[in-house]
């Protein structure tokens, strides 16, 4: 297994279980997020198991900082092998009803943040010709349509067309360089809370005032839906294994097949 691992979204939920699972194996992880305190309390919960950490602050919707992240983990290790784009967060209402400041904010975070990513570490993994992975964390909302979190979803599914693409051309490329799109169902995590990272600058001022309780899987009782979901460190074997088998999709849900069978016909219908 590769030794550098970069994960964005690295304090919470996903990103955290990457994280553990990432240092469990061995790797030196770099672990990037907006929110410093339990940042913090990672890195000194992974170094006291015996792990290499190193921490960066970043805000992936920003071109600079995500350049920074690629910088700081090349310096501090020579190297990189695995980055997993996957900070992300949610915010949910009628989809004509969004505020631009909601645009904004969920494509900022969710598909820039991928893109940034990819930005400033493909070259380098190029330059670097050893085998490299990248994991972008989608959703299964990047794979379905139907009502209810549009916003999201849109980002979700450009997260998925972007990864395709990325594939392809480092295939054709011949490069050493394998691309994964996670595509979950619910995970046990603190995406309902998104909106305590929003920026000052991109809130809506509307939003305190509507339901925007998030419609996954088309049932409007998330909260019981999500508890009832998989853990971090589930999600993380998936990914673990992904990469060990060279799995492009990875999907944690298989009961959620059906649902792109579904959409699928229907577009070919
Ligand atoms: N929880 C689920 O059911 C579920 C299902 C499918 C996909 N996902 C995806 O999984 C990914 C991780 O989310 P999670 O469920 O672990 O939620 P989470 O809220 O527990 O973790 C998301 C992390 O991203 C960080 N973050 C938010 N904005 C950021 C920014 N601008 N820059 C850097 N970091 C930022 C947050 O601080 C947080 O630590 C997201 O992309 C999400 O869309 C989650």
Same mark, same amino acid.
């Given at each position: 297994?590769?030794?550098?691992?970069?994960?964005?979204?690295?304090?919470?939920?996903?990103?955290?279980?990457?994280?553990?699972?990432?240092?469990?194996?061995?790797?030196?992880? +770099?672990?990037?997020?907006?929110?410093?305190?339990?940042?913090?309390? !990672? #890195?000194?919960? *992974?170094?006291? %198991? /015996? @792990?290499?950490?190193?921490?960066?602050?970043?805000?992936?919707?920003?071109?600079?900082?995500?350049?920074?992240?690629?910088?700081?983990?090349?310096?501090?290790?020579?190297?990189?092998?695995?980055?997993?784009?996957?900070?992300?967060?949610?915010?949910?209402?009628?989809?004509?009803?969004?505020?631009?400041?909601?645009?904004?904010?969920?494509?900022?975070?969710?598909?820039?943040?991928?893109?940034?990513?990819?930005?400033?570490?493909?070259?380098?993994?190029?330059?670097?010709?050893?085998?490299?992975?990248?994991?972008?964390?989608?959703?299964?909302?990047?794979?379905?349509?139907?009502?209810?979190?549009?916003?999201?979803? +849109?980002?979700?599914?450009?997260?998925?067309?972007?990864?395709?693409? !990325? #594939?392809?051309? *480092?295939?054709? %490329? /011949? @490069?050493?360089?394998?691309?994964?799109?996670?595509?979950?169902?619910?995970?046990?995590?603190?995406?309902?809370?998104?909106?305590?990272?929003?920026?000052?600058?991109?809130?809506?001022?509307?939003?305190?005032?509507?339901?925007?309780?998030?419609?996954?899987?088309?049932?409007?009782?998330?909260?019981?839906?999500?508890?009832?979901?998989?853990?971090?460190?589930?999600?993380?074997?998936?990914?673990?294994?992904?990469?060990?088998?060279?799995?492009?999709?990875?999907?944690?849900?298989?009961?959620?097949?059906?649902?792109?069978?579904?959409?699928?016909?229907?577009?070919?219908?």
């Amino acid at each position: 297994m590769s030794n550098v691992a970069v994960i964005t979204g690295a304090a919470s939920g996903i990103g955290r279980g990457l994280a553990e699972r990432f240092a469990a194996e061995g790797m030196k992880v +770099v672990i990037a997020d907006v929110e410093e305190a339990p940042l913090a309390e !990672l #890195a000194a919960d *992974l170094s006291a %198991k /015996g @792990a290499t950490v190193l921490t960066v602050k970043t805000d992936v919707s920003n071109p600079d900082a995500v350049e920074n992240l690629a910088v700081q983990t090349l310096d501090a290790f020579g190297a990189v092998h695995i980055l997993c784009n996957n900070a992300g967060v949610v915010c949910s209402r009628p989809i004509w009803e969004h505020t631009l400041a909601d645009w904004e904010w969920v494509l900022g975070v969710n598909l820039w943040g991928v893109i940034h990513g990819i930005r400033a570490f493909v070259p380098r993994m190029l330059e670097q010709g050893d085998a490299c992975h990248i994991v972008n964390t989608a959703s299964i909302l990047g794979l379905v349509g139907g009502g209810g979190e549009g916003i999201y979803k +849109v980002s979700k599914h450009g997260v998925v067309v972007l990864s395709e693409t !990325l #594939a392809d051309e *480092l295939a054709q %490329k /011949g @490069a050493n360089i394998q691309v994964h799109v996670l595509c979950p169902g619910w995970v046990r995590t603190g995406i309902l809370e998104s909106d305590r990272n929003r920026p000052d600058a991109l809130q809506s001022p509307t939003e305190r005032t509507r339901s925007h309780e998030p419609i996954i899987g088309g049932s409007r009782n998330t909260r019981a839906e999500m508890e009832a979901g998989l853990s971090p460190a589930e999600v993380a074997a998936h990914v673990y294994n992904a990469i060990q088998n060279g799995t492009f999709y990875i999907h944690t849900h298989p009961e959620h097949k059906a649902w792109i069978r579904e959409r699928m016909a229907r577009i070919l219908e």
